[in-house]
């Protein structure tokens, strides 16, 4: 046998704290899409370098004490494939990096598989109509009022995109004791995470684990629904498929003798991250309600606007956790979306236990293709008028089978689940297709409303977010840098 | 007219190729059809329970009443589409039938010269062949003398049919290509719906091939017809003369030499009348109209002894009943099925005591219509019957006067089966 | 009732492509090949890929292959015949390059040829498994009008308000309407369905025709030794005893069909008596015992689990050691009672001749004892182990190289078919030896072939669902392996379904090949530059496959683009089967289930 696989406990020092937790008490948040210019590679690097010593970077270990030792500001830093290579990262030839993160989300294949079409881009990780690529991604989050970590990059260096949060997003509505994360349309937005087996998010409901206890909350009985294994968005650990995901290595990793864990690879304890920037059209969406209705738009929603599931009846005097309300199945109470419309943008974004031959299977496939969702809405002021959106970021371990299938196969797939039409939010912004018809069954001899176009990408790529020893070597001057300038200098050489 | 081709197999696996297996074998056997038939004959209230018209008088009976003992028995199995021997008297079928009748009617000037000068142009084709040496009766012979006779039912359109919208003229292979599709067309006639579901498949296959030939030589027969029917009835109708003219007049060909095989004696008497009448004269076979007259006998009675279709199939669109020559009248409920065995009714004693001898020269008297049974009764008979069989004559005539026939030896079976259809027939001269 | 199947999946792969002949997507030979397909109406799929040579092989250049998915009861030749006898030659003009400098010689020799050529390299599925498409192209496309009918007809009824809130009223009023419409009239008929899927889909059917099969085999080898039997009875009856000789060979036919009775009722006895085992250890205990059952869960865990731990690596030396000298025992056992039941009969005979019942009976109370107290310990160690220890269930790395990289060329293939059926071909080389491997492979595949035809008429084959064609073809004389596929969705989704729904299928199916170096077939094409093998199996149907990164890596590095694709409809097998279910609701009785049918049939 070989060397023992890494474990999760003993490294959530090298974990970037952004997959442990999405900050929720941080409220003010900021993003910046970093283009490295031209021949500005070291500058660059050292920059970066400075930022990571900073210390502002959180790691898993960190926002795992946040309950005690409270954070007051985060940040994570990803870099996309060709900031990677930027940044004299080179791909290991035994153990390259996936494909679709290699080719990145702004090609012209990931746009045919991802049904991209029309794209008119403003950004992207690739070089192309959109600009150059964006190389590094940095994510901030403080407490609400503190400023901004990064005042600016420096423009010689990076030529950059900054997207701002949207201060409204987290606001207190009746019924609710604290603020909440509300995106554009008014939605409570960040519920059904799924929890990360041994990386459990700071949540208020503890599982019961004993079979013993017979009066168990419903809560508890389908909590296990969402724990999902670790190596579904950490590399390096043990999937949904019990094995251990995938690593890639880059040249000089090995020897730079960072990896803290014997023989571990350079991406142990990343994450890639598949981001999107998502405009909102509120107006639309704000005349679609007018004319239809709250009702039908949870519908589409397929929850209620203040999260709770369409099924249950709200009641501000019981007021549920954010676990609480995830506790719900369709197989049995909705099989035919009479309640939930199978076609509603939360129940094709995680389909829970309706797929497979039964319950079981369906809810193990499932798992298969979870997300972790990391984005925040944001708003953008510019010649007097506001435009909203969300700054979509999900955390994943294997593109193709999580990020790239949901996308393909469930929100933007029309005949999903027999329908004719794809998702009502998030479904392509193809002209061709609307007005798009959603379907909401069981009303008294069925119905159906007829949508307009809610959202439009802006933008987006796929980032790898590495473990921080990872990170360390990436900005190091003696790290990759060394490596690639070697590697040059041997091809150079006669 | 086939709603739905390409049905899945609806049976259980084995059931169909069993059942199909003994109406193949039956069809090959008309000894044992015959045997059968005789027991029916004997009880004819059996066969009224099965409903089964075995008598002549019942077949007779049953086959005049059109309205309640239908054709559409046979739609099922019209690969090609619709066609007069699918449907029901109604308008549609009175002008097809027209239209056809028309063209048959040119059969009448050319007929039996036409043919007879193609069996003389074939006969000195294969005179030189020599002993021992086989050669197939269907494919080198047959098949081409009644596709030359048959010339004038397309006219000038004949080759260009043959051919293809896009073939060469005087590419021999793709005018065999052709008999080919019609004859499986016809096949599917014949073996019906319980073939297997290869045969059905390829039936259908070349339904699809001809339709779409005609249809791609449309112009050319509507100029050769010179007739100005819509579009749709000329391609249903050349379709329709196109499968079933050719292939049944050759299959009965077959059936009626290879039933003159087992027939030493009859072979031989005959032969020797061509000789005598060949010593007369080179072209006295073909004129001395008595001779073709003994001949053309022949051809029936042989015909009798083995029919193409010995069973028919009737749709009973309405409760009724039949006379099955019993006490009581048979009953046949509205939606089943009736089986006509005309392969039994030929051979009922009620014509004639000796029935069952092989005489070509019986006297029918006022049963000769019976003497046709092969080709259906009444109304619903065979409009081309007469000139299938002189057609058939011609090609005996030939035959007579070549050197004298044996069923092929040392090449394995002489005789191939494709389902209950001779594919098949190897035979050299002795 | 396999052949059927088989012949409907099939392959043609010629050696010796020289490539001349574009076959870029508006080439002249494409479009050409697309119209025939279209106008022959029964070929439900087509593709066309180049496979690259094997490195070994004497002529290096590409072999081209034309895949073929036909409607249901055609033979290949038939089918070929057909498609090479079509008046526009397009068969002739995808294969001409063959004869270089050949296109004077009369059409129906060249058709000829071609059509010999094409027997000779047709190979016709070596197992295959058909979804939705059991119907025709034609009625899919007829039933589909129907449902997109169904679906406007409703929306202008619901505007015009006339139906209000009654569902079954709108049902009805919807039915009529379909009803009335002329265009719907092959509707009236139901929709038609092979025997197993239509008549024969109940389990009494199905387990009817064994018995009725059985039976019948019963009654014809009596028959064999009865006919003569009684026949020599009614002779000797009536005229004396015949030649000693006669009656040598009748008591001899008889006794041989008595022993061949003897012999099919116990090996039907003998394996109802393994199905009661299976039933007793892996259902009926389960059941019972929640000790039993967490066990065999854990057991089937642990041969299934894809990375080394040594929890797993022990289950496999354990179960190896106790379970093939179990097997050897019973299948002994099994075959002493079928062929020498007088050796178990003495056996009994001599322990009932030394012990008494009593004994026996306490004997056999104490093995069971034994056993279960053993399996206790066995359990109690193994959860204790849990206990004790990470180690025992610490993964292993287990590197697998090159994993998640997929070439441009299938990636391209797979984008521009995302919004239709998916498609994939796979080539693999069989392992040596050869012949071996090849024959477990057409004995898995003819199993697999078997199920899906007659078990798995649900469009899923085990639970995987989706599944339009799937089929392989063992090819070059037994050398490689070919597998090619349409389903619904994407690459990755179909191994994860195949991975959970039909673990056993695909390893049976799989397991003996292996991917050697290959050179690429035509620029922009994949070569296989290192070599892979199919993740190492349990028990012949254990793990496999669970080992996804290893097992998708290895399909990955396996496909090759097609160049060429024909599908006669794009629509997903779940809206096949909606459709056809649509037409029987709309035409047949007037039930409440119809009415819901067609109401969720619009609303969906």
Same mark, same amino acid.
């Given at each position: 046998m070989k060397a023992p696989a890494a474990h999760l406990a003993h490294h959530f020092d090298d974990i970037q704290g952004m997959l442990r937790s999405g900050y929720g008490w941080l409220q003010d948040s900021r993003f910046w899409l970093l283009t490295i210019r031209d021949g500005q590679e070291i500058p660059a690097r050292a920059w970066l370098a400075k930022f990571v010593e900073s210390g502002v970077i959180a790691n898993a270990n960190e926002v795992g004490k946040s309950r005690t030792h409270p954070i007051a500001k985060a940040a994570a830093v990803a870099f996309s494939f060709s900031g990677l290579i930027k940044l004299g990262c080179v791909e290991d030839d035994i153990y390259p990096f996936p494909t679709p993160f290699r080719s990145g989300m702004g090609s012209d294949a990931r746009a045919l598989l991802l049904r991209d079409n029309p794209r008119a881009w403003r950004w992207s990780d690739v070089d192309g109509d959109s600009g150059d690529a964006v190389h590094v991604l940095i994510a901030e989050w403080t407490e609400r009022g503190v400023g901004p970590i990064i005042s600016r990059p420096d423009e010689t260096i990076f030529s950059a995109i900054q997207v701002d949060n949207d201060p409204c997003s987290f606001r207190k509505l009746e019924g609710d004791n604290e603020e909440k994360l509300r995106e554009a349309f008014g939605f409570r937005d960040g519920l059904a995470q799924p929890v990360i087996r041994g990386l459990k998010q700071d949540d208020s409901v503890r599982p019961r684990r004993s079979e013993k206890d017979k009066d168990k909350k419903e809560a508890d009985a389908l909590y296990d629904d969402r724990v999902v294994q670790p190596g579904e968005f950490i590399l390096g650990y043990r999937?949904?498929?019990?094995?251990?995901?995938?690593? +890639?290595?880059?040249?000089?990793?090995? +020897?730079?003798?960072?990896?803290?864990?014997?023989?571990?690879?350079?991406?142990?304890n990343g994450s890639y991250l598949a981001v999107r920037q998502i405009e909102q059209d509120v107006a639309a969406f704000d005349r679609f309600q007018a004319v239809n209705g709250k009702d039908i738009c949870n519908k589409l929603m397929g929850r209620q606007d203040n999260g709770w599931p369409l099924a249950w009846k709200y009641d501000p005097t019981n007021p549920k956790t954010d676990s609480e309300l995830d506790a719900f199945r369709y197989r049995?109470?909705?099989?035919?979306?009479?309640?939930?419309?199978?076609?509603?943008?939360?129940?094709?974004?995680?389909?829970?236990?309706?797929?497979?031959?039964?319950?079981?299977?369906?809810?193990?496939?499932?798992?298969?293709?979870?997300?972790?969702?990391?984005?925040?809405?944001?708003?953008?002021?510019?010649?007097?008028?506001?435009?909203?959106?969300?700054?979509f970021i999900a955390c994943n371990a294997d593109i193709e089978r999580q990020f790239e299938f949901v996308q393909q196969r469930w929100a933007r797939n029309p005949s999903f689940v027999n329908l004719h039409a794809d998702d009502p939010f998030v479904g392509s912004s193809d002209p061709q297709t609307f007005p798009k018809a959603l379907s909401l069954p069981g009303l008294p001899s069925g119905g159906e409303v007829s949508l307009a176009n809610f959202t439009t990408t802006l933008g987006g790529g796929y980032f790898f977010l590495p473990g921080l020893a990872a990170l360390k070597f990436i900005v190091s001057e003696e790290g990759a840098a060394k490596f690639a300038t070697s590697e040059l200098a041997e091809a150079a050489a006669p | 007219m086939k709603l739905s081709a390409g049905t899945p197999d609806a049976m259980p696996p084995g059931l169909r190729s069993l059942t199909y297996g003994i109406f193949c074998w039956a069809n090959r056997h008309p000894r044992a059809l015959?045997?059968?038939?005789?027991?029916?004959?004997l009880w004819p209230f059996v066969g009224g329970w099965l409903g089964m018209a075995v008598r002549a008088s019942a077949v007779k009976g049953v086959l005049t009443r059109p309205n309640s003992f239908s054709n559409t028995a046979h739609a099922a199995n019209l690969s090609a589409g619709d066609y007069l021997i699918g449907m029901d008297p109604d308008a549609t079928y009175k002008a097809d039938r027209l239209l056809l009748d028309g063209r048959l009617a040119v059969l009448d000037a050319t007929l039996p010269a036409a043919a007879d000068l193609a069996v003389r142009d074939y006969v000195e084709k294969l005179r030189p062949l020599g002993k021992k040496k086989s050669f197939d009766l269907i494919e080198d012979y047959l098949?081409?003398?009644?596709?030359?006779?048959?010339?004038?039912?397309?006219?000038?359109?004949?080759?260009?049919?043959?051919?293809?919208?896009?073939?060469?003229?005087?590419?021999?292979?793709? *005018?065999? *290509?052709?008999?080919?599709?019609?004859?499986?067309?016809?096949? *599917?006639?014949?073996?019906?719906?319980?073939?297997?579901l290869r045969v059905q498949r390829r039936a259908e296959l070349n339904a699809d091939a001809l339709r779409s030939r005609i249809a791609g030589v449309g112009q050319d027969i509507q100029l050769a017809w010179g007739t100005s029917c819509p579009f749709g009835v000329i391609k249903r109708n050349a379709v329709g003369l196109a499968w079933i003219s050719h292939p049944v007049t050759v299959q009965s060909g077959a059936l009626a030499v290879q039933e003159l095989l087992g027939r030493p004696d009859v072979h031989k008497e005959l032969r020797g009348q061509a000789q005598r009448l060949l010593e007369m004269g080179p072209n006295m076979v073909w004129e001395d109209e008595a001779f073709r007259k003994r001949v053309q006998d022949h051809v029936l009675e042989l015909l009798r002894f083995r029919p193409i279709f010995p069973l028919l199939a009737r749709d009973v669109p309405r409760d009724t009943e039949f006379e099955t020559g019993a006490r009581h009248n048979a009953k046949c409920p509205a939606g089943g099925k009736m089986a006509i065995w005309g392969i039994a009714a030929m051979f009922d004693t009620a014509i004639d005591k000796d029935i069952s001898q092989f005489a070509p020269a019986r006297n029918w008297g006022t049963n000769e219509d019976l003497r046709w049974l092969m080709f259906g009764y009444g109304t619903r008979q065979c409009p081309a019957m007469v000139y299938a069989v002189k057609i058939l004559t011609s090609a005996l005539i030939g035959l007579l006067i070549l050197p004298e026939l044996e069923l092929a030896r040392g090449e394995g079976k002489p005789i191939t089966y494709d389902g209950p259809l001779m594919s098949r027939m190897r035979v050299s001269f002795i | 009732m396999l052949e059927i199947v088989r012949q409907q999946m099939i392959c043609i792969v010629v050696p010796g492509w020289n490539g001349t002949t574009d076959l870029s997507e508006d080439s002249p030979v494409s479009t050409g090949l697309y119209s025939l397909f279209r106008d022959v109406e029964v070929v439900q799929f087509a593709s066309i890929a180049l496979l690259p040579a094997r490195a070994d092989a004497g002529d290096k250049r590409p072999l081209l292959m034309l895949e073929l998915a036909i409607e249901e009861g055609i033979d290949p030749y038939d089918m070929l015949y057909r498609l090479v006898y079509h008046w526009s030659e397009a068969m002739w003009s995808l294969y001409s390059s063959f004869w270089p400098g050949d296109a004077t010689a009369l059409r129906s020799e060249r058709n000829d040829k071609l059509h010999k050529m094409l027997m000779k390299h047709l190979s016709i599925a070596d197992g295959g498994f058909i979804g939705a498409r059991d119907r025709t192209a034609r009625q899919i496309e007829k039933e589909q009008e129907l449902l997109e009918w169904t679906r406007d007809e409703a929306r202008a009824m619901k505007q015009a308000m006339l139906y209000g809130h009654d569902r079954s009223a709108f049902a009805l009023a919807l039915a009529q309407r379909a009803f009335q419409n002329p265009r719907f009239g092959w509707a009236l008929d139901p929709a038609p369905r092979s025997y197993w899927r239509g008549k024969g889909a109940s389990i009494s059917a199905k387990i009817g025709y064994v018995l009725t099969l059985f039976v019948l085999w019963l009654i014809a080898v009596w028959l064999v030794g009865a006919v003569p039997r009684g026949a020599l009875g009614v002779y000797t009856w009536l005229f004396g005893p015949p030649y000693s000789g006669v009656t040598d060979v009748v008591a001899f036919i008889s006794r041989a069909s008595r022993w061949v009775l003897g012999v099919s009722i116990r090996s039907v006895l003998a394996l109802l008596g393994f199905g009661v085992l299976v039933w007793l250890f892996l259902i009926a205990l389960p059941a019972l015992s929640r000790t039993w059952r967490r066990w065999l869960e854990s057991v089937g865990r642990e041969l299934d689990r894809p990375t080394d731990t040594w929890s797993s690596w022990l289950t496999y030396r354990i179960g190896l050691l106790l379970s093939v000298p179990i097997a050897f025992a019973l299948v002994a056992l099994a075959f002493a009672f079928i062929f020498w039941p007088s050796t178990i009969v003495d056996a009994y005979e001599a322990l009932t001749a030394k012990f008494l019942g009593w004994q026996i009976i306490a004997f056999v109370i104490l093995a069971i004892v034994v056993s279960v107290c053993a399996v206790g310990l066995l359990s109690r160690i193994s959860q204790d182990l849990a206990k004790v220890g990470n180690w025992f269930f610490q993964p292993y790395e287990d590197n697998v190289p090159r994993a998640q990289q997929v070439d441009p060329s299938i990636e391209n293939s797979e984008g521009l078919v995302v919004r239709e059926t998916a498609h994939m071909v796979s080539l693999t080389d069989l392992r040596s030896p050869n012949g071996w491997s090849a024959w477990w492979i057409r004995v898995s595949l003819r199993i697999v072939t078997l199920?899906?035809?007659?078990?798995?008429?649900?469009? @899923? %084959?085990?639970?995987? &669902?989706?599944?339009?064609?799937?089929?392989?073809?063992?090819?070059?004389?037994?050398?490689?392996?070919?597998?090619?596929?349409?389903?619904?969705?994407?690459?990755?989704?179909? %191994?994860?379904?195949?991975?959970?729904?039909?673990?056993?299928?695909?390893? %049976?199916?799989? @397991?003996?090949?292996? %991917?050697? &170096?290959?050179?690429?077939a035509a620029v922009g094409q994949p070569a296989v530059e290192h070599a892979r093998s199919f993740p190492p199996t349990r028990f012949i149907v254990f793990r496999g496959v669970k080992r996804e990164l290893q097992f998708k890596s290895y399909a990955r590095d396996s496909m090759l683009p097609h160049m060429f694709r024909f599908d006669a409809r794009k629509e997903s097998v779940d809206q096949i089967n909606l459709a056809t279910r649509l037409r029987d609701a709309l035409f047949g009785e007037r039930n409440d289930s119809n009415d819901d049918l067609i109401m969720r049939a619009i609303e969906s």
């Open positions: 999937n949904e498929y019990d094995e251990l995901t995938y690593c +890639p290595d880059v040249k000089g990793w090995g +020897p730079s003798g960072l990896a803290k864990h014997p023989g571990g690879r350079f991406a142990l049995v109470d909705d099989a035919n979306g009479f309640i939930c419309p199978k076609g509603s943008h939360i129940r094709r974004m995680n389909p829970r236990d309706t797929l497979g031959v039964d319950l079981k299977s369906s809810i193990k496939s499932t798992k298969l293709h979870r997300l972790l969702r990391r984005g925040r809405p944001y708003r953008e002021d510019s010649n007097g008028e506001t435009r909203k959106g969300i700054f | 015959r045997a059968i038939g005789a027991v029916f004959r098949m081409w003398i009644v596709f030359l006779a048959m010339h004038p039912l397309f006219g000038e359109a004949t080759n260009r049919v043959a051919a293809g919208a896009t073939g060469s003229l005087d590419d021999p292979g793709l *005018q065999r *290509q052709y008999l080919l599709e019609i004859r499986y067309v016809a096949g *599917q006639l014949l073996a019906g719906s319980s073939a297997t | 199920f899906g035809r007659v078990i798995f008429t649900e469009s @899923r %084959l085990g639970s995987a &669902p989706g599944i339009h064609f799937g089929h392989w073809h063992i090819i070059e004389d037994g050398r490689r392996y070919l597998f090619c596929s349409n389903y619904d969705g994407s690459f990755g989704g179909y %191994l994860d379904d195949f991975i959970n729904g039909a673990t056993v299928g695909t390893n %049976l199916a799989w @397991r003996w090949t292996t %991917l050697k &170096p290959r050179k690429l």
